[in-house]
């Protein structure tokens, strides 16, 4: 009706979620999902398979392991402790459990707080490798160990420089066996914003979520195998305004008085919806990206959330 329509969005699964809603099988996709009802921790695996999968979903193949933690903005300890484990244990399926050299990297801004994810994981990561080179293993309490090096690369407009280019130099440099990328996301729906975590085994491409596509992060470019974690931080405006006309029509909908008002929008995708918003109120707010206030203290906790995991998964002794 309003054509083919191109969501915003960084997260894997709600890219397949776009082509459920409209009926859409999409081949070469898997999807395995677990619930972990203790912890309120909801696991989606997306498994992209084949080159006609990865054109249709517009990302490349490998896996996407969604986390969706309804509290994870809330500053409870214990609830953030059990993400932290959850976390690790993904990482540590996708590295190996072998002793490596491990290049931890925070993409990022870390003078625009919902762009600072990278830099502030960064800050709290366990660095290994110089104390490893200088004094050997049991420096680190020895046994079997890994080199943790970590990088903040800044932004072009901080370095003048591509990130890509920073990164190559370093890996170049230091010989890294894998990467983790950590960096700030995009999502489609606000009820992921600072509650879900996205794991892949295929890179990334920074500044892509808010359509600033800078050059992909990931094995083929640099020849070593990039993970990446990041956490949906904005949305854009059209998204917010389709959320809210998403509640009027089911308001509507349950209303026998006023049923008859949703009309033709009851009727249309959510997809067409956000398409026709988008048009409404373009060129003026198309360009605008939204986060919680409260972003400062939930960046720091979800960073200091992350960086544990990341901890928890690098040590093997």
């Keep these: 009706m309003l054509g083919k329509f191109n969501i915003r969005t960084d997260l894997a699964l709600e890219a397949k979620e776009s082509f459920e809603e409209d009926n859409v099988e999409i081949r070469g996709v898997r999807i395995h999902e677990t619930e972990d009802e203790e912890n309120e921790i909801h696991t989606t695996r997306v498994v992209i398979e084949t080159e006609n999968g990865a054109k249709a979903m517009g990302k490349p193949v490998g896996n996407y392991i969604t986390m969706e933690a309804p509290h994870m903005s809330v500053p409870d300890e214990d609830y953030h402790r059990e993400i932290s484990r959850a976390l690790s244990g993904h990482l540590k399926k996708l590295l190996g459990g072998e002793e490596q050299s491990v290049l931890v990297v925070g993409l990022g801004n870390r003078e625009v707080t919902p762009d600072a994810l990278g830099p502030y994981v960064v800050n709290n990561v366990n660095i290994t490798r110089h104390m490893i080179k200088e004094y050997g293993k049991a420096s680190v309490g020895g046994g079997k160990v890994n080199q943790i090096s970590a990088l903040v690369p800044g932004v072009m407009a901080q370095t003048g420089m591509e990130t890509l280019e920073i990164i190559r130099g370093v890996v170049e440099e230091t010989h890294p066996a894998v990467i983790i990328a950590v960096d700030a996301l995009a999502a489609r729906s606000t009820r992921r914003l600072n509650r879900t975590i996205q794991i892949t085994d295929t890179g990334i491409n920074p500044g892509s979520g808010v359509g600033n596509h800078r050059n992909g992060i990931n094995k083929e470019v640099l020849g070593v195998p990039v993970i990446a974690i990041g956490v949906p931080t904005v949305v854009d405006a059209a998204t917010i305004v389709n959320d809210t006309m998403e509640s009027l029509v089911e308001t ?66």
């Design 252 to 317: 509507m909908d349950k209303d026998e008085n006023i049923r008859n008002l949703g009309g033709a929008l009851g009727t249309l995708s959510k997809s067409e919806k956000h398409q026709m918003i988008r048009e409404l109120i373009s060129p003026h707010l198309n360009t605008m990206f939204v986060t919680p206030k409260d972003i400062d203290e939930t960046m720091k906790r979800i960073s200091y959330t992350i960086s544990e995991g990341i901890n928890l998964a690098l040590k093997l002794s």
